[in-house]
């Protein structure tokens, strides 16, 4: 063998290793790029959709999920929690959902989709805070005697009905928001994006 062969022979496995080298040089440095473009968890909580599972809520049950740093309530209405929207009708400020607090397909009387499930954020409308569940009807409630059950703002004393309705009269302004939403299957609703709801 030449001396001229002994040198191309060099010169090919040094230009061999220093092209897979800088091969790979070139995939690590675009692993983290190509990381970069995928949503980071502060941007998904910023406002990415969000899946819920509620194959386990009860009726009568509620669960609150995050979407966008706020509480999002599903609540799972029993038949008498449906049969007391159209006795609070007149009661509240708003009862065709006129104002543009929820999507147009959830402009009906349980403020729904699917009349069973109520899907709102749980955010007062008159100055942000975070009304608590008032299920219980009655006396019991420590609302009134003939409290038919929904929501109360304990901050300036709003209340909602199982619609997230506001009462006339009070400090809240409009009813709860009802987020874009939309069903994946029976038992998962993924909330922040709607499409075709």
């Excluded at 040198?7 to 692993?31: H, I, Q």
């Excluded at 959902?97 to 954020?121: C, F, H, T, W």
Aim: a neutral charge; charged letters at 25%.
């Amino acid at each position: 063998m030449s001396v001229d062969n002994k040198m191309d022979c060099g010169r090919r496995r040094l230009l061999l290793a220093t092209s897979a080298a800088g091969g790979a040089m070139t995939v690590a440095a675009a692993v983290p790029f190509v990381a970069s473009l995928t949503p980071s968890e502060r941007a998904k909580a910023a406002g990415a959709p969000v899946e819920a599972d509620i194959s386990k809520l009860a009726p009568g049950e509620m669960m609150t999920v995050e979407w966008r740093g706020k509480p999002v309530w599903i609540l799972r209405r029993t038949e008498a929690m449906l049969e007391s929207l159209k006795k609070t009708d007149s009661e509240v400020s708003d009862p065709n959902s006129d104002k543009p607090m929820q999507p147009p397909y959830a402009k009906n009387e349980g403020r729904s989709i699917k009349p069973e499930y109520l899907v709102v954020v749980g955010i007062c409308t008159h100055l942000g805070c975070s009304p608590s569940e008032k299920f219980k009807t009655g006396a019991e409630s420590g609302i009134s005697n003939d409290w038919p059950g929904g929501f109360l703002c304990p901050c300036h004393g709003s209340t909602f009905d199982l619609a997230g309705r506001v009462y006339k009269s009070k400090p809240a302004p409009d009813n709860l928001e009802v987020p874009p939403h939309k069903y994946l299957t029976d038992a998962t609703i993924l909330i922040g994006d709607d499409g075709k709801a």
